[in-house]
């Protein structure tokens, strides 16, 4: 791994510390809205403007992007193109529920497909701050402290067994192929639901315990929900990289191509059996 790609994991393990103390007290939101129309939290602001300034004192770094702000900034001359949502669940902000920080590390101008990520990863606020980081085909699982990363686990796979699992979006607005799949999940008595209505928190629990997570396609929003760049890239890195898969129904979230920043993307993530059969019933 690159000095600059380690030195880009270090400040957003630092930030992050900042990110969580930064939450007492802007929980409310700001009277503007992210380019995905969702209404923005002042968190989610400060997140993302603190994100901005520490990647851009990082040499490496060419372009900064996120889910917060239409554009991408320009921020040096690197060969690092760094995509993230500085905020991933903010709307559990109102109920104090878990959100997480994701990050993907591309190394191709953005907006770009996951084939060019280095390395990818998220941040955990959970009870303790956590973090899963990606590169070079492992995942290494952290705690953060102070700023500081100490490994809690290495070549994190995902385990064998799936438990867990979590699907995202109106039950009505679900598809047939797809409410089809659901129902034959759920009739296993082995898989056991869980929804927090955080993607971090969700996905935590299928690295953790296997399973899937999936934000499908909707009956009126085809592409689902979640940000290729932000959300589904850097997380189909991850479980990929843990030994799962990840599809946008057909294939792999990391050869889709994008055509744009903010393109949404249908993601489910998980163990490879179940990603493989949710694919067979949406063919
Ligand atoms: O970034 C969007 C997000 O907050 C994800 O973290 C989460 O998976 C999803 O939206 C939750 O959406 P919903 O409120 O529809 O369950």
Same mark, same amino acid.
């Given at each position: 791994m690159s000095d600059a790609v380690e030195e880009v994991v270090d400040v957003i393990t630092r930030s992050s510390a900042e990110i969580r103390q930064g939450l007492v007290g802007r929980r409310g939101e700001v009277d503007e809205e992210n380019p995905s +129309?969702?209404?923005q939290a002042e968190a989610d602001v400060f997140a993302d403007e603190l994100l901005a300034e520490r990647l851009a004192a990082i040499e490496g770094v060419a372009e900064y992007a996120s889910e917060e702000r239409v554009e991408i900034s320009q921020v +040096?001359? /690197?060969?690092?193109?760094?995509?993230?949502? %500085?905020l991933d669940g903010s709307s559990n902000l109102k109920s104090n529920n878990t959100m997480g920080t994701?990050? /993907?590390?591309?190394?191709? %101008?953005l907006p770009a497909p996951g084939t060019s990520l280095v390395a990818a990863g998220y941040v955990l606020y959970g009870p303790i701050?956590?973090?899963a980081y990606a590169h070079d085909g492992?995942?290494?699982?952290?705690e953060l402290t102070g700023g500081e990363r100490t490994v809690v686990e290495e070549d994190v796979t995902l385990p064998d067994e799936p438990l867990i699992y979590g699907f995202g979006g109106r039950v009505p607005d679900w598809p047939a192929d797809f409410e089809a799949y659901v129902r034959e999940i759920e009739s296993n008595p082995d898989h056991k639901l869980r929804y927090g209505g955080a993607m971090i928190g969700d996905v935590n629990q299928v690295l953790t315990y296997g399973g899937i997570f999936a934000y499908p396609a &909707?009956?009126?929003s085809p592409r689902g929900k979640l940000r290729l760049q932000f959300e589904g890239n %850097?997380? /189909?890195?991850? &479980?990929e990289s843990a030994g799962g898969r990840s599809s946008d129904g057909t294939r792999s979230i990391l050869e889709v191509e994008p055509d744009e920043l903010h393109d949404r993307v249908p993601v489910h993530v998980g163990n490879t059996e179940l990603i493989d059969r949710l694919e067979t019933a949406l063919e």
């Open positions: +129309g969702e209404t +040096g001359d /690197g060969d690092l193109y760094v995509a993230a949502d %500085p994701v990050f /993907g590390i591309y190394d191709e %101008p701050t956590t973090m492992t995942v290494t699982k952290y &909707l009956e009126d %850097p997380i /189909g890195y991850v &479980l």
